[in-house]
């Protein structure tokens, strides 16, 4: 199987490559933000408690978030891989990720960072705001607690991959189809080194 974790501050275009990658190497998408999106537009009892936290820029608490990724890959049936997209974040999931990923004999393929500027990141999340109506990221504030909460909280989840020899970074700037081919070439060399 071919597990991926794309990673990135919010805004770093993880979404936009994901969809590439999935086609690519045929793999089934687990983001928690459309996961938690899912259930807010539905209004579950775990929708209303994921946006107490994120209405504020905070993170969802790790069980819920575990929980709701062990259901999602324990639902998907017979998979060539999966992309991990805006999971894990902290290290406790990443922890979480791996031994639940272990009990299904597989592991984490690599951890690939899409390196981008917090400059840009913040003119990112203010077009996103308005193109797809997610009041999440028009307000200044909560974007900056987004980010701060990332750097905080989510950057070591890349150390924790690093030192298992499962790490890559790519300049998430630039064209679209460029980035894409980067991103393969990483992912394919990690596939060669397993």
């Given at each position: 199987?071919?597990?991926?974790?794309?990673?990135?501050?919010?805004?770093?275009?993880?979404?936009?490559?994901?969809?590439?990658?999935?086609?690519?190497?045929?793999?089934?998408?687990?983001?928690?933000?459309?996961?938690?999106?899912?259930?807010?537009?539905?209004?579950?009892?775990?929708?209303?408690?994921?946006?107490?936290?994120?209405?504020?820029?905070?993170?969802?608490?790790?069980?819920?978030?575990?929980?709701?990724?062990?259901?999602?890959?324990?639902?998907?049936?017979?998979?060539?891989?999966?992309?991990?997209?805006?999971?894990?974040?902290?290290?406790?999931?990443?922890?979480?990720?791996?031994?639940?990923?272990?009990?299904?004999?597989?592991?984490?393929?690599?951890?690939?960072?899409?390196?981008?500027?917090?400059?840009?990141?913040?003119?990112?999340?203010?077009?996103?705001?308005?193109?797809?109506?997610?009041?999440?990221?028009?307000?200044?504030?909560?974007?900056?607690?987004?980010?701060?909460?990332?750097?905080?909280?989510?950057?070591p989840v890349a150390e924790h991959y690093k030192k298992l020899g499962k790490y890559s970074a790519v300049v998430g700037v630039g064209d679209i189809?460029?980035?894409?081919?980067?991103?393969?070439?990483?992912?394919?060399?990690?596939?060669?080194?397993?």
């Amino acid at each position: 199987m071919i597990n991926l974790v794309l990673f990135g501050p919010p805004g770093a275009g993880k979404g936009t490559q994901s969809a590439k990658l999935i086609e690519k190497y045929q793999l089934i998408h687990i983001s928690t933000g459309d996961l938690f999106r899912k259930h807010l537009k539905e209004g579950t009892p775990l929708g209303k408690l994921a946006q107490e936290y994120m209405s504020k820029g905070n993170l969802v608490p790790d069980q819920v978030v575990i929980d709701m990724v062990d259901d999602k890959i324990k639902s998907s049936g017979n998979i060539n891989g999966i992309i991990f997209d805006g999971f894990p974040r902290t290290v406790k999931q990443a922890e979480a990720l791996d031994a639940l990923l272990t009990k299904n004999n597989t592991g984490i393929t690599a951890l690939v960072e899409l390196m981008v500027n917090e400059d840009e990141l913040k003119k990112r999340l203010a077009e996103r705001a308005h193109k797809e109506n997610r009041p999440d990221d028009a307000k200044p504030e909560v974007i900056e607690n987004r980010i701060a909460v990332y750097k905080a909280e989510t950057v070591p989840v890349a150390e924790h991959y690093k030192k298992l020899g499962k790490y890559s970074a790519v300049v998430g700037v630039g064209d679209i189809e460029q980035i894409f081919t980067n991103l393969c070439r990483e992912i394919d060399n990690h596939l060669l080194s397993k």
